[in-house]
């Protein structure tokens, strides 16, 4: 069986937080309260983004804030919606 390569829509630091925190996938989908590991690896991947709640369990556990787990997507964001930059439809909402 071949691994399915996803494109990367939502770069983000949430594997180098999770690794330098010493955790494993299946310790963050519990503490969080995911029912599997997969929407974890996903959000890793950048395929999708975690719902806002999550985002902020995420924060909280990796002591980190969004801008630091989401830096790419929020200076993309911050681009065009200050400086009117057209390059946005590479982020999927």
């Not at 937080?17 to 309260?33: E, H, K, L």
């Not at 801008?67 to 999927?92: C, K, Q």
């Amino acid at each position: 069986m071949t691994k399915q390569k996803y494109s990367c829509a939502f770069p983000n630091n949430l594997k180098e937080y999770r690794t330098q925190r010493g955790f494993q996938r299946a310790d963050v989908a519990t503490r969080i309260g995911l029912q599997r590991v997969r929407p974890l690896a996903l959000w890793e991947k950048g395929v999708i983004m975690p719902d806002s709640i999550s985002l902020l369990k995420l924060c909280i556990l990796y002591e980190a804030s969004p801008l630091e787990l989401y830096r790419e997507v929020m200076e993309r964001l911050n681009a065009y919606l200050n400086e009117g930059d057209e390059n946005l439809p590479t982020i999927a909402f």
